[in-house]
C-alpha cells in the first residue's frame, strides 16, 4: 500500500481508508521508532486524532475536506501553531505558546492535512546536524549514528521514517535540502516571497523560506501548490499563486537546457557523491535534455556573503528574546541584567556565536567592510546566477558534499559544519528555488541527494527535471538502503 | 530676539528642532492594533506590538499619505525610501529594535515658513514607529534604581513623523514661533492632532552657542523632555546660558544628551555621546522600499488645504494686513471671516481692528459676514461710535442677528452735533474749576468731561468727538 500523501488523500477521499486509520498506523511507527530517532518536540497525538476524525466526518458528509485530506504532516517547531508550543528547539521559549497559526500552517489545515506534531531543529534552526537543538539530536533513520542533516532535521527524520506522509522545514541556507539529501526524501525551497513567511519564527528573514520534506516528487508539488501564493500579512510576499507544478510534472525535459555547476564538483565535494551527479546529468540527457558542464566562478564567495548577512539578520530578530514579555526569564535585580542573564541562559552556544557575529558584522565601523560588502555580493551572486539562466533553463550539483556524518564529526570546528552548506548557500542570496531529490546511495550505502536548481519563478522547469530523475531513478530498480 | 542671561553683543545661540508628531492614524504604523491615546494599559496591542514570534510588519498605506501630505506642506521633496532597524535593547521596545527610516527618508530638504517671514530649513521628516511606555517605581523614577518598571505597549507601533529641522533658529522666540507654525501645519493637513500635553508631539531641543560672527558651530547638546512651549523657552535659556558660563569659565560643553526638569528649571545630563549608542541600522528585510507613485504624489498634492503661511499672504496680500495681524487671524481661524467681510463690502482696515482686538471669541469665527460688513459701514458712516460698534459687534457674535436692528434696539442713534455742543457748554459752565484746569492743561481732567458726556447721553456720544468739542473751546 502506498503510503505517499497523493494516494493517502486519494484514498481517504474516496472513502477507501478512513483518516484516522491512517492517523493511526503513523502514530504506530512514531510509537515504535521516535524513541530512537527523536524526531519530534512534542506530538500532538490528541488533537491530531480529532482532526482526522473531522475529516471522516466531512467525507462521511459528502464534503470534500482537500487536496491533503487526512495526510499526516509534521511541522517545524519554528513554525507558530496555535495554543502548542513552539520552541525553536531553544530553552529560551520553552512552553511558549502562539496565540496563531503561522499562514502555511492554517493552509495546511484547509487543505485537510492532519498535525502530528513539531519537529526538533538546530536552536533557531542555526546548523546543520540538528545537534544544537537544547533538546538533543535527532538521528538518521537511515543509520542511528548518523545526524539527519540540519537544520530542519527532525521534519526530514520524521518523513524517512514513515511518522508524517509529509512535513514541513524551513531553509534559510538549505536547511531544507541538505537534510532532505541526508535522509534520503525529497525537499524543496520556493523562490523567495512565494511561500508566506507569516507565523514563521525569523532567523534571516531576508533568506528564510518554508518548503516541504516528502517521499515523491509530485507530493512536493502537492504541498508547495497547497502552502504558496500571496498572503497579505507577509510584505514579502510575491502577488501571485504558486506556480502550477504539477500540471507539468509528466512534461519530461526533451529540449531543456541543464547546467552542471562546475564550481560544485570539485574540491570538497565527495566522489561518490559527484559521481552521482554525473549520473544524474546522464539520465536527463538520456531524456532529451542538453546538459554541459557551466562556471559560475561568484559562487564561491557564498559562504562568506551569507555568513555576514544571515547573522546580521539573526543578531536583530533574535533581540526580542529578553525575557520581558514571553519565554524564560532569569530574574537579576536590574531590567539590563535581566535581559543578559536571560540570554546567557536561554541560547545555545551556536545562536551566541552567530549573534555575536552578526552583531559585530552591523557595527559602527565595519558595516562597510562586512555587512555593506556582503550586500554586494549577493548582487554579484544573483547576476552570475542570472548570466548562467540565460543559457541554462536548471542547473544540477550536489545537494550535500557527503552523505550523513556521524555525531560529533564536526562540532568541534564550526567551519566544517558550515562548509555543508557550500552548495545550497548560494540559492538562499540569490532568491531562487531549488530542491533535492534523493538520487541512489553513496559508498557507505547512505542516500545521496541530487540538487536541482532554478531562476526565480523557474518552479515548473525544477519540478519537470526533478520528475524525470525520479522517474529514471525508479526504472534502474531501488537502489535507496 | 533676546536670549536672558546671554550676553548677545558677544554670543549667538544656535537651535535646531527635532520634533516627534504621531500621526491621527486608526491603526498602528504596521499593524492592526488600534492607535489610540490613552485606554488600560496593554490593550491597543497585537502579535506585532508584543514583539511575537512570527509576526511580521505590514506597513499602513494611511500613515504613508500623512507623511506625504507634511512633506509636500513642509515644501520637501517626496522620495524612495527604506526602512531599517535600529537596534537597542530597553524594556518599551518590544523587538529590541525600533523601525524607522535611516540613509533614505520619506521626505527630505524642505522649509517651513514662519509668520515673521523667516525661513527656517527642514533637513527631512521621516515615518518611525513609537516605543512603548515605561513607568519606574521607586527610586526617584528613572530606571536605574527603580524598585520595579511597568510597561505599557498601547504606544508602542504607533506611526511617528520625526521632523528634523536645520539649526537655522537663533532665539527661544523663533524656536517657539517655529514649533506653533509646525503644529498649525501639522493639523492643517490633517496629520496630527499636535497636542503637546498628550504627547502627540514632541520636541527635543539641540542647542550651541558660538561667538558672534564665528562661522563654526559650537559643540551641542540635544534636551529632551520638553513638554510645552513655554519649557522650550526656558530649556534654551538655562542651557544657552550653562554654555556660555562653562565656554567664558575656560571649560568646554560635552556632546550629550540632556534631561531638562521642569521643577528645578534646569538641564541634567542624561547619557554622554562619548560612549554613543551604536545603533547597527541595516534595511529592515521583512519591509520592502516604499517608493511612491508619482501620480499619488500629485492627488495628495492637490488635495492639501490651504496652508498657514499662504493664507497669511492672502491677508496681506488682499487686505493689507500687517504680519502680525495675519499671524493672529490667520491663528485664530479669523481670515475666512475678514476675507468674505470685505467681500461682502466692507473697508478693509477696520474690518482687520475689529477682528484683531474685538474677535477673541471662538464663536467669532461662525459671524456672518454680511452682518460684520454691515457693522462696519455704519460705523464709519457715523452711524455708531466706536464704543458702540464694539457692544453691537459683541451681540452679534453672542446672538447673531442684524447690526441695524441690534443698534436700534440698544437705542444707539447717531447723536445730533447741536445737541452734543449745548451739552459741552453746559458742562463747562457747570463746572468752572474743572474748565480753568483743563485749560491750563491738565489732562487727566478730559476724562472728567467725557464722562460726564458719556453719562448724559447713555454712551451714546463718541469719545473722539467729546474730546475734539473741548479743545477746540478751548481756544
Request: hydrophobic residues 40%; aromatic residues 6%.
Amino acid at each position: 500500500m502506498s503510503s505517499d500523501a497523493r494516494s493517502l488523500a486519494a484514498s481517504v477521499r474516496s472513502g477507501e481508508r478512513s483518516a484516522v486509520d491512517v492517523l493511526e498506523e503513523h502514530l504506530s511507527r512514531i510509537d515504535e521508532r521516535e524513541g530512537d530517532v527523536h524526531a519530534f518536540n512534542l506530538v500532538t497525538a490528541e488533537s491530531a486524532r480529532a482532526e482526522a476524525a473531522d475529516v471522516d466526518a466531512r467525507v462521511a458528509a459528502g464534503e470534500d475536506p482537500g487536496p491533503l485530506a487526512g495526510v499526516p504532516v509534521a511541522l517545524k517547531d519554528n513554525l507558530c501553531t496555535d495554543g502548542v508550543p513552539t520552541t525553536c528547539s531553544s530553552r529560551i521559549l520553552e512552553g511558549w505558546c502562539p496565540p496563531y497559526d503561522a499562514t502555511v500552517v492554517t493552509r495546511l489545515a484547509a487543505a485537510g492535512a492532519v498535525a502530528v506534531g513539531k519537529t526538533n531543529l538546530d536552536e533557531f534552526a542555526m546548523g546543520s546536524s540538528t545537534e544544537n537543538s537544547a533538546f538533543g539530536p535527532t538521528r538518521n533513520p537511515h543509520d542511528l549514528t548518523r545526524v539527519p542533516g540540519g537544520s530542519s532535521g527532525g521534519s526530514a527524520a520524521a518523513v524517512a521514517a514513515g511518522f508524517s506522509a509529509i512535513s514541513l522545514g524551513s531553509d534559510t541556507g538549505g536547511s531544507i535540502r541538505q537534510p532532505a539529501a541526508l535522509c534520503g526524501v525529497v525537499g524543496v525551497k520556493p523562490t523567495y516571497g512565494l511561500v508566506s513567511r507569516l507565523g514563521l519564527v525569523a532567523f534571516g528573514s531576508s533568506l528564510d523560506q518554508i518548503g516541504p520534506f516528502t517521499t515523491t516528487v509530485a507530493d512536493a508539488a502537492l504541498v508547495c501548490e497547497v502552502i504558496g501564493g500571496h498572503d497579505p500579512g507577509d510584505s514579502t510576499s510575491l502577488p501571485q499563486a504558486f506556480p502550477s507544478v504539477s500540471d507539468h510534472l509528466d512534461d519530461g525535459v526533451d529540449g531543456l537546457r541543464v547546467g552542471i555547476i562546475t564550481e560544485m564538483m570539485g574540491e570538497g565535494i565527495s566522489p561518490d557523491v559527484a559521481a552521482r551527479v554525473r549520473a544524474a546529468a546522464d539520465a536527463l540527457a538520456a531524456a532529451g535534455a542538453t546538459v554541459e558542464e557551466v562556471s559560475i566562478p561568484a559562487l564561491t564567495f557564498g559562504l562568506s556573503a551569507y555568513y555576514l548577512v544571515a547573522p546580521a539578520e539573526a543578531s536583530s530578530n533574535l533581540a526580542r528574546y529578553d525575557g520581558v514579555r514571553y519565554g524564560n526569564r532569569v530574574d537579576a535585580p536590574t531590567a539590563g541584567e535581566m535581559m543578559e542573564a536571560t540570554r546567557t541562559a536561554g541560547f545555545g552556544d551556536e545562536v551566541k556565536r552567530r549573534i555575536m557575529l552578526g552583531t559585530y558584522a552591523l557595527s559602527a565601523g565595519y558595516y562597510d567592510a562586512f555587512y555593506g560588502k556582503a550586500l554586494k555580493v549577493r548582487t554579484l551572486i544573483r547576476n552570475d546566477f542570472d548570466a548562467a539562466y540565460e543559457r541554462f533553463d536548471a542547473l544540477i550539483s550536489p545537494t550535500s558534499p557527503t552523505t550523513a556524518f556521524a555525531f560529533g564529526d564536526k562540532t568541534a570546528d564550526p567551519l566544517q559544519m558550515y562548509l555543508n552548506d557550500v552548495c545550497t548557500i548560494p540559492t538562499n542570496l540569490a532568491g531562487h528555488p531549488a530542491m533535492s531529490l534523493p538520487f541512489g546511495v553513496g559508498d557507505d550505502g547512505l542516500p545521496v541527494g541530487v540538487q536541482v536548481l532554478a531562476p526565480a519563478l523557474g518552479e515548473v522547469a525544477m519540478f519537470r527535471v526533478a520528475s524525470v530523475l525520479e522517474s529514471s531513478l525508479a526504472s534502474s530498480g531501488p537502489v535507496a538502503s | 530676539m533676546t536670549v536672558a542671561g546671554v550676553d548677545e553683543e558677544r554670543w549667538e545661540v544656535v537651535i535646531g528642532l527635532e520634533v516627534h508628531a504621531e500621526l491621527s492614524t486608526r491603526t498602528k504604523l504596521f499593524s492592526a492594533a488600534t492607535n489610540e491615546f490613552g485606554g488600560e494599559p496593554n490593550t491597543h496591542i497585537d502579535a506585532l506590538t508584543l514583539g511575537l514570534p512570527g509576526s511580521l510588519p505590514v506597513l499602513n498605506e494611511h500613515a504613508v499619505e500623512l507623511a506625504i501630505r507634511v512633506g509636500l506642506a513642509l515644501n520637501c521633496e517626496v522620495r524612495r525610501s527604506v526602512f531599517a532597524r535600529k537596534n537597542y535593547f530597553y524594556p518599551d521596545q518590544p523587538k529590541n529594535y525600533q523601525i524607522s527610516q535611516f540613509d533614505l527618508p520619506i521626505n527630505a530638504e524642505g522649509w517651513l515658513e514662519l509668520p515673521s517671514g523667516q525661513i527656517a530649513g527642514i533637513e527631512r521628516a521621516h515615518l518611525e514607529e513609537d516605543t512603548g511606555k515605561s513607568t519606574h517605581v521607586g527610586g526617584g523614577g528613572r530606571i536605574h534604581d527603580a524598585q520595579y518598571s511597568l510597561v505599557d505597549l498601547n504606544r508602542a507601533g504607533v506611526p511617528l513623523l520625526e521632523i528634523v529641522g536645520k539649526p537655522d533658529l537663533r532665539s527661544p522666540d523663533e524656536a517657539r514661533a517655529y514649533v506653533s507654525e509646525l503644529r498649525a501645519v501639522l493639523v492643517a493637513v490633517g496629520a496630527s492632532d499636535g497636542k503637546m500635553e498628550e504627547g502627540s508631539m514632541r520636541v527635543d531641543c539641540n542647542v550651541s552657542v558660538r561667538p558672534r560672527g564665528a562661522e563654526e558651530f559650537g559643540t551641542r547638546c540635544e534636551i529632551k523632555n520638553i513638554n510645552s512651549l513655554r519649557s522650550l523657552g526656558r530649556a534654551i535659556e538655562y542651557e544657552a546660558a550653562r554654555q556660555v558660563d562653562l565656554i567664558t569659565a575656560g571649560d568646554r560643553v560635552v556632546q550629550e544628551t540632556r534631561h531638562w526638569n521642569e521643577e528645578d528649571g534646569r538641564t541634567h545630563t542624561l547619557r554622554s555621546k562619548e560612549g554613543a549608542d551604536d545603533y547597527r541600522y541595516f534595511p529592515d528585510p521583512d519591509l520592502v522600499v516604499l517608493d511612491p507613485d508619482p501620480e499619488w504624489i500629485e492627488r495628495v498634492r492637490a488635495a492639501l488645504p490651504p496652508l498657514p503661511a499662504a493664507r497669511r499672504a492672502v491677508l496681506v496680500d488682499r487686505l493689507g494686513a500687517t504680519r502680525e495681524q495675519a499671524a493672529l487671524l490667520v491663528e485664530r481661524e479669523l481670515d475666512a471671516l475678514c476675507l468674505a467681510t470685505v467681500e461682502a463690502g466692507a473697508e478693509p482696515v477696520r474690518t482687520l481692528t475689529h477682528a484683531e482686538h474685538n474677535l477673541s471669541d471662538d464663536r467669532a469665527r461662525d459671524l456672518d459676514p454680511a452682518a460684520f460688513a454691515s457693522l462696519v459701514s455704519m460705523e464709519l458712516d457715523g452711524e455708531l461710535t466706536a464704543t458702540q460698534a464694539k457692544t453691537v459687534l459683541a451681540e452679534l457674535v453672542e446672538h447673531g442677528g442684524d447690526p441695524v436692528a441690534i443698534a436700534a434696539d440698544k437705542g444707539f442713534e447717531a447723536m445730533d452735533s447741536s445737541e452734543l455742543d449745548s451739552l459741552v457748554d453746559g458742562l463747562i459752565a457747570d463746572h468752572p474749576d474743572e474748565w480753568q484746569r483743563f485749560c491750563e492743561g491738565d489732562g487727566k481732567i478730559t476724562g472728567f468731561f467725557v464722562g460726564k458726556v458719556m453719562k448724559a447721553t447713555q454712551g451714546k456720544a463718541d469719545g473722539k468727538v467729546v474730546t475734539g468739542l473741548l479743545n477746540a473751546r478751548k481756544g
